[in-house]
């Protein structure tokens, strides 16, 4: 029997049951079926719901609830969207990339929203504060604060000393700050979110792997699910049905979580608004505090697996983990002594042109969102949103942002893929060393980000 408990910090300080629900059993009709259980399957229910009781809805889950990167992610409400405005803007227009970011922002407060309503704790909007913590990564920030301007994404430049005095770390020569986050409980929500559309009617079938999604159907190991809609909700777990192998890369974040840390630490760390945090580095790392006081700390690191091979062995990688924990310390000494209680990690879903996207084949019944690109809490809840309005046949401003219908092209085949995708990931390792040696940028990054985003 799995131990649900082990998947992560937030999964072990539910104190509800983690037991399975029925399986699916034999045949089954409905309206919508949504294959995957978490946050994007989940809002989906929850909107659909909302918009047109009368549906029937079934969601099916291979494993419970929340499973995936939705109960084990590092606990980021954000309005940050794969895809940056600039280059939406270059596809689409300005006004059309402005929206889609005004419709993250207010993703983010629809998130805290539905929470409060629902009874759902922990969540608390604190903002990001991202440190830049060279000279190459306050020109960075520099850049980032210039296109939010040009596209009124509301984030401002921190001085040094404004920036320390959010988050006391090592190094810091300026920042930026946006309010437009909050940090959460990823467990709680998802697993409060399942009982509130369950308590509303849908049908949630866990313990039941999906073998086949085709129009109107969706084949299971245990039965079948027939339905006018069906909804792809499966983000880094999509290479794994047939035909989909190269839609989406699974790619691993790992994190570390420490003990419970006393008052006087945290008056020399900062965070007193519970803002989420990261720096300027290519590498990606994110950190919160959470509502116990812990120090959240993730990132990148961990390599793609050759074939987008998914194993339970990979969310764990003691090497990584000590790379997190070095440069944990290395951000804030005070914790060098912290004792690291929970180690856990998973994978999250990169289209290759880590484009986030959202649809409604209506010729087929077939609906998909996903590619996240580990930014998932948000971008899902405007997914949800967005599919209840196209799966309900109901025109809004959500319908026509620019990442409705957007089709990524295919990963490269094996072992393209896998050195394409290794190579990215050294090219950011190198790319920080040599900034850190030399104190200018470095181009790697750019060269690297350029293939793999084209």
């Not at 109960?71 to 895809?83: D, E, I, M, Q, Y």
């Not at 407060?109 to 990001?128: K, N, P």
Request: proline share 4%.
């Amino acid at each position: 029997m799995t131990d649900y408990r082990s998947l992560s910090l937030w999964f072990d300080q539910l104190g509800e049951p983690l037991t399975t629900r029925p399986r699916l059993a034999g045949a089954a009709e409905v309206d919508v079926a949504i294959v995957g259980a978490g946050f994007t399957g989940l809002w989906t229910a929850y909107y659909v719901q909302a918009l047109d009781p009368t549906l029937k809805v079934a969601l099916v889950e291979q494993e419970i609830a929340g499973f995936g990167a939705s109960g084990r992610n590092g606990g980021w409400c954000s309005a940050l969207f794969p895809v940056s405005a600039g280059r939406l803007a270059k596809d689409h227009g300005h006004e059309a990339a402005a929206a889609q970011y005004a419709a993250m922002r207010d993703s983010v407060v629809e998130v805290a929203r539905v929470a409060r309503a629902e009874g759902i704790e922990d969540v608390a909007i604190g903002g990001t504060v991202v440190l830049a913590r060279s000279q190459p990564q306050l020109a960075r920030a520099e850049d980032e604060v210039g296109e939010s301007a040009e596209y009124g994404l509301g984030t401002s430049l921190l001085t040094a000393e404004d920036a320390r005095a959010r988050l006391a770390a090592t190094g810091v020569v300026g920042g930026t700050y946006t309010p437009h986050c909050a940090a959460i409980q990823p467990a709680k929500l998802v697993r409060g979110l399942a009982d509130v559309v369950e308590s509303r009617g849908a049908r949630i079938y866990e313990g039941s792997p999906v073998r086949l999604i085709e129009p109107h159907r969706v084949q299971t190991d245990v039965g079948e699910l027939s339905a006018h809609i069906i909804v792809r909700a499966t983000e880094g777990y999509t290479a794994a049905l047939p035909g989909l192998r190269r839609a989406i890369a699974p790619v691993y974040s790992l994190i570390i979580a420490t003990e419970p840390l006393p008052s006087t630490t945290w008056d020399a760390i900062g965070l007193r608004e519970r803002e989420t945090f990261s720096d300027f580095r290519h590498l990606i790392i994110y950190g919160q505090r959470t509502a116990n006081d812990r120090m959240v700390f993730g990132g990148r690191g961990a390599p793609y697996h050759y074939g987008s091979r998914i194993t339970a062995a990979q969310d764990r990688v003691p090497a990584v983990f000590a790379a997190l924990q070095e440069a944990l310390v290395e951000l804030f000494p005070v914790l060098r002594s912290a004792a690291i209680t929970h180690r856990w990690g998973g994978p999250l879903g990169i289209a290759r042109d880590w484009h986030a996207s959202v649809g409604l084949d209506r010729a087929t019944g077939l609906a998909w969102a996903g590619g996240y690109v580990g930014d998932g809490v948000s971008t899902s809840n405007l997914a949800g949103r967005t599919l209840a309005d196209l799966i309900t046949g109901r025109e809004s401003t959500l319908t026509t942002l620019p990442w409705v219908g957007h089709r990524s092209r295919n990963w490269e085949p094996e072992p393209l893929r896998w050195l394409g995708a290794n190579a990215g990931l050294r090219a950011m390792s190198w790319a920080d060393r040599a900034e850190e040696r030399h104190g200018r940028a470095s181009r790697l990054a750019s060269v690297a980000n350029a293939m793999m985003s084209r």
